[in-house]
């Protein structure tokens, strides 16, 4: 039953992120407006952080639930609107020197943006938002 509970949410929301008109080809710039909002963040692009592979730590910053249902493999889940979450990435950074990714649903949510920035504000170098987000990733690598 919690399978397909998953499944249907899974659906769902793809549908909805399709039906949107997000799920459009290229990167233009007008298609991410939180570049433009969050000029000082550093983003990362599909195909970029797909050639990275394992020189990156991939974290999905989203609600648990999101994260239960879809989620990059191998993602880790630090949820931005933890607390703790500075406390998170800093301890996530003395563990590795690789680079630290955070995503979240993608074009038109923030969450990735204010990750990063938050981040770096915790003195965390070597940060990026991966603005595509969950959808665009699991559209182009299922």
């Known amino acids: 039953m ?51 592979g394992d020189k990156a730590v991939i974290v999905d910053v989203r609600s648990k639930y999101e994260y239960q249902v879809l989620r990059v493999k191998g993602s880790l889940h630090i949820s931005v609107s933890q607390t703790l979450f500075g406390q998170k990435v800093k301890e996530l950074r003395a563990k590795t020197d690789k680079a630290i990714v955070f995503y979240c649903n993608g074009h038109t949510c923030f969450k990735s943006y204010k990750a990063t920035r938050r981040a770096q504000g915790a003195g965390v170098k070597n940060v990026f938002a991966f603005d595509a987000g969950i959808f665009d990733w699991t559209k182009a690598y299922p």
Request: net charge positive.
């Open 2 to 52: 919690k399978r397909a509970l998953t499944l249907f949410v899974s659906i769902f929301l793809l549908t909805v992120y399709v039906s949107a008109g997000y799920a459009k080809e290229g990167n233009a710039k007008d298609d991410f407006p939180g570049r433009k909002l969050f000029q000082d963040v550093k983003y990362i692009e599909l195909a970029a952080l797909n050639k990275m």
